[in-house]
């Protein structure tokens, strides 16, 4: 599950007016049964929240530190929590590595810049961090894909993140350009260049039909996009995606959902994905996260279902 909770669920705490609007995230890992989940704006204030809800359902945790575009040095809060052994994580790159039956799955957390936010004046509306004097679609989204380039381009440096089975999920601030008919939005193109799968276009291919959109779902004022996106590369076969709509009054983003099957060659097994320091920098209060790679983490991940909720 990859789920922007808004400023760390500041909208819902505001609603509830204490913090046990935690347990509503809690209730919807549970309930939905979703091993892994990458969180973005996971703080509110000094607390974070990603980490308040691993705790309380077991799950190992790693918070990476808030910059994630090195070319805005705009900072945000992002962290992962999986059901299975996190045995390494990158802070360059925003990669953990998880160990699901002894195949290590890389899981990718993005949050791409949101200025200038492009997809607004694509649609001819007015936007305040959009500049007025750039006209031509094509210059628009060359624009965009300025501030998110650095980490793209790092990230599909990582030869991990190529070569073995990884997922890629979070806030990318700009569509997919399987969405618009004319519109070639970069960010999306480059990353499936790759070898990387639009998970959601792989189920739903009708745009029209299935617009599956993610953010301004409810405006009156601006057009509602798809900009939370989900990919694979070959070594993971998509088997469901899902917009969690029933959560839509929680943050001004949908929370999303991939189910998979994890390849390992021989055989092939069925993997769910559907937003404090220890060994790499992984944590977890209530198992020990001092797995490496050649540690016997498959004790924890004897899956019990046939299929894994990312």
């Not at 994630?68 to 990158?90: E, G, L, N, R």
């Amino acid at each position: 599950m990859s789920y922007n909770i808004e400023n760390g669920g500041l909208r819902f705490y505001k609603q509830s007016g204490n913090m046990n609007y935690v347990k509503k995230y809690i209730e919807i890992i549970r309930s939905n049964r979703i091993d892994i989940i990458s969180f973005q704006e996971c703080k509110m204030r000094d607390i974070d929240i990603s980490k308040i809800v691993a705790e309380k359902l077991g799950y190992f945790h790693k918070y990476f530190f808030d910059k994630t575009d090195f070319y805005t040095k705009k900072y945000y809060h992002q962290a992962i929590i999986s059901k299975y052994p996190i045995v390494y994580s990158d802070e360059i790159t925003n990669v953990c590595g998880v160990m699901v039956k002894g195949v290590v799955v890389n899981i990718v957390n993005i949050h791409l810049d949101d200025e200038p936010y492009i997809p607004y004046s694509i649609k001819g509306v007015e936007y305040t961090n959009t500049p007025s004097n750039i006209k031509s679609n094509s210059d628009k989204v060359d624009l965009s894909f300025v501030t998110k380039r650095y980490t793209v381009t790092t990230l599909m440096d990582d030869k991990r993140v190529l070569t073995e089975p990884t997922i890629i999920m979070g806030d990318f601030n700009e569509p997919s350009h399987l969405d618009y008919e004319k519109v070639k939005w970069k960010t999306s193109k480059y990353i499936m260049k790759h070898g990387f799968v639009d998970v959601a276009r792989s189920i739903y291919s009708d745009v029209k039909k299935y617009p599956l959109y993610t953010v301004d779902l409810y405006n009156e004022k601006y057009p509602a996009e798809r900009i939370d996106i989900m990919y694979c590369n070959r070594g993971l076969k998509p088997v469901k995606y899902s917009n969690m709509y029933k959560y839509s009054d929680l943050s001004d983003h949908i929370p999303i959902v991939g189910e998979f099957e994890l390849k390992t060659g021989k055989s092939t097994i069925n993997a769910n994905a559907a937003r404090s320091a220890g060994v790499n920098g992984v944590s977890s209060s209530t198992r020990n996260a001092s797995a490496t790679r050649n540690a016997s983490a498959t004790r924890n991940a004897s899956a019990t279902r046939k299929n894994r909720k990312l």
